[in-house]
């Protein structure tokens, strides 16, 4: 499992405390987290992850998926046969996340 490279491409506050992050990342495993802070990201829950291939779709990278706990974000790719993606050449994707 490999840290995804992250940047901010976007925040978004909402009347309250809710947020709306999006973040683009650049998949590098099968298997791959992103670790938020509450210092940058302004964020101290996670409460929603949407995520995006964006390019480099192909047969060895054809889906993308997100499960998150405390403020890590798990990413996993995977083939067009739906085992663990092998290629992430020209790869890029998409985090949507709300927060607060």
Request: glycine letters at 12%; charged letters at 10%.
């Amino acid at each position: 499992m490999g840290a995804i490279t992250k940047t901010s491409a976007g925040i978004t506050e909402f009347a309250g405390d809710y947020k709306v992050l999006k973040l683009t990342i650049v998949p590098a495993s099968a298997s791959d987290t992103v670790t938020l802070t509450a210092a940058t990201h302004g964020i101290s829950e996670i409460l929603y992850v949407q995520p995006k291939l964006t390019a480099g779709y192909d047969a060895a990278l054809a889906g993308i998926f997100a499960t998150f706990s405390g403020l890590v974000i798990t990413v996993v790719t995977t083939a067009a046969a739906g085992t663990a993606a092998t290629d992430w050449t020209g790869a890029t994707g998409e985090l949507l996340v709300i927060g607060r």
